[in-house]
């Protein structure tokens, strides 16, 4: 016990540095997967910019991504994440990785939240005479905002799985924690309270996730 | 105010073509109510998805207020769909806004200035009954309530024209009731051209002006009601007109008819609940040398005017029989000879 008191400024650290390297991913990813979400629903046959060419490519470099496991990823992009960033190590050569491997995972959920939304609504807005932009932004998004939470609920949390892993390169954050004290020293009290920081993180994160969505969901 | 002319239709499905409407030219008054009536299948939605566009015809033409709307641009299409509301079966409101939003999104889409919003929908809710629901979800509302808001929507934007797509068919009877009183309502008050699709006759019989019966992507029939109800051409508009007056003989008593003369006819009259009949039958029976008997008989409202029909089987010699037939043309709504088969069972 007074050993994980004596860690507990380390423990803060390995938060502090999983929280900033997730929230970044999380932040750049959203904004580049929901674009590509909308895009995924808006180039399907009969929607509201039909066009194969667009939605099959997406939907192959999608597939593509979403084939390979984060740790594989990670290796592979390195000559890109060191063109991008500089370095392929720490928190910054991690983050790229991260919003490779969540971005075409967020522009899945985003795809299924935005399917949910009832083609009569769309077709009743385009009879009224509103334009393609105004139909995505004020009435698809909007009215798939429950979905879109709970899709960026799961994506926090995979990104979470995945910013543990990219504690090999050496990126920081309680996977890197638990792999150099838990793997290599064999500290099972570390590894312990490491285990039960990632859990009570998800929890609450789902937790928060799920009340949201409830809240955004205007059922009776 | 809406004409249509040659419209076809062709989907492509798969490999397979599928003709959904096969030449269809159709006319629509300003201010009329025009009701399309249709088996399931036989094209009454691509019809009316075609009025505004929302379905490409494979050839045709389609004028709407005087625009023909094939030749507009994408922009001026949208500028001329804000005249027509249309109303659906399954009323296809926003989940995630009350509805006060539901009706003020489309008048914020279009830049209306806040206080002018806020007035206008006001009034549309008084209009169709739900000022004090302003602030409930559609998910709170039972149908007839969300329809009544689906009203209010498509009439934001002051339309000319309001397209409604099978408004009641999700609704009781009840329920469709008050909804047609309510569309009645508005096409007097504000001279609304309403054209509404339906599988049933009671709708076509309590609000339409006129209506086109359509089979297999082609308008088989068409007229005012009242003509229409009175003496119908085709099988499939009579199998339609039975659901609400079944103006059937059994083949028994046809068969029992004794005539009186070498000529013998079954009338179909149709008098207009204003007019006297009972003088009319009076006269015929004792001016001129024939034998009537009374086969069926039912008088019922259309779109508020009764509308009365009689199976009368005439007999006698030819010339008086001939004579009758004009004198009762000459004094009720419509005379029509039929024959057994179409009013045996
Ligand atoms: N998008 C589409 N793709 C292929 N075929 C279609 C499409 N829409 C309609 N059809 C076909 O066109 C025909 C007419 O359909 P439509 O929906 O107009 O019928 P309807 O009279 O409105 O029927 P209902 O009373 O069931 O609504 C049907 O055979 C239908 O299968
Ligand atoms: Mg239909």
């Not at chain 1, 050993?3 to 959203?30: D, N």
């Not at chain 2, 009368?312 to 029509?336: C, N, T």
Request: glycine share 8%; hydrophobic share 45%.
């Amino acid at each position: 016990m007074d050993r994980l008191v004596e860690l507990l400024p380390l423990f803060y650290q390995s938060f502090e540095e999983t929280v900033i390297m997730v929230g970044i991913s999380l932040f750049i990813s959203t904004l580049l997967g929901i674009p590509l979400g909308v895009l995924l629903v808006i180039t399907r046959p009969d929607h509201l910019a039909p066009n194969k060419w667009v939605y099959h490519s997406l939907n192959v470099i999608i597939n593509v991504i979403r084939s390979l496991p984060f740790i594989i990823l990670m290796v592979a992009i390195i000559p890109f994440t060191e063109f991008v960033v500089g370095t392929s190590i720490g928190v910054e050569g991690a983050i790229v990785p991260l919003i490779v491997y969540t971005t075409p995972y967020i522009a899945r959920l985003m795809e299924t939240a935005l399917l949910e939304v009832d083609r009569g609504v769309i077709e009743a807005y385009q009879a009224m005479g509103a334009s393609r932009s105004q139909i995505i932004f004020r009435i698809m998004i909007r009215e798939a905002r429950p979905g879109i939470v709970l899709c960026l609920t799961i994506a926090t949390i995979g990104l979470i799985g995945a910013t543990a892993m990219a504690g090999a390169v050496g990126a920081g954050g309680l996977g890197d924690l638990a792999l150099r004290y838990g793997y290599q020293q064999w500290d099972i009290e570390v590894m312990i309270m490491t285990v039960i920081i990632l859990i009570c993180l998800v929890q609450a994160i789902q937790s928060l996730g799920n009340w949201a969505a409830k809240k955004l969901k205007k059922t009776a | 105010m809406i004409q249509l002319t040659n419209i076809h239709k062709t989907y492509k499905v798969g490999s397979k073509q599928v003709e959904a409407l096969k030449g269809v030219t159709l006319h629509v008054n300003k201010g009329e109510i025009f009701g399309v009536i249709g088996f399931s299948g036989a094209g009454k939605s691509t019809l009316l998805r075609t009025i505004n566009l929302l379905e490409k015809p494979t050839s045709g033409s389609v004028v709407v207020n005087g625009q023909d709307l094939l030749k507009l641009s994408e922009k001026e299409l949208r500028h001329a769909r804000k005249k027509i509301g249309v109303i659906f079966q399954h009323f296809n409101l926003l989940s995630s806004y009350n509805v006060f939003d539901n009706v003020a999104e489309i008048l914020r889409m279009n830049r209306v200035p806040k206080e002018q919003i806020r007035k206008k929908v006001e009034e549309l809710l008084r209009l169709v009954g739900l000022e004090d629901k302003a602030s409930a979800y559609p998910s709170q509302l039972s149908g007839g309530q969300k329809q009544r808001v689906g009203i209010a929507r498509a009439l934001a934007m002051d339309p000319e024209i309001l397209l409604c797509d099978e408004a009641t068919s999700a609704l009781d009877p009840q329920t469709t009731e008050s909804i047609l009183d309510l569309l009645l309502d508005i096409n007097q008050k504000f001279n609304l051209t309403i054209v509404l699709i339906t599988h049933e006759m009671q709708v076509i019989k309590k609000i339409c002006d006129r209506v086109a019966i359509m089979e297999n992507g082609v308008i088989i029939e068409q007229g005012t009601v009242l003509d229409v109800f009175s003496n119908p051409q085709q099988p499939t508009t009579r199998n339609f007109i039975k659901t609400v007056f079944d103006d059937q003989v059994p083949k028994e008593m046809l068969a029992k008819i004794k005539n009186a003369g070498p000529s013998a006819y079954i009338l179909r009259v149709a008098f207009r609940g204003d007019a006297a009949l009972d003088p009319v039958l009076g006269t015929l029976a004792s001016r001129y040398p024939v034998r009537t008997n009374l086969l069926y008989g039912s008088i019922s409202s259309i779109k508020g005017t009764a509308l009365g029909i009689l199976l009368l089987h005439i007999s006698g010699e030819e010339k008086a029989v001939q004579e009758g037939i004009a004198y009762l043309r000459e004094s009720v709504y419509r005379v029509d000879v039929v024959s057994q088969e179409e009013v045996g069972r």
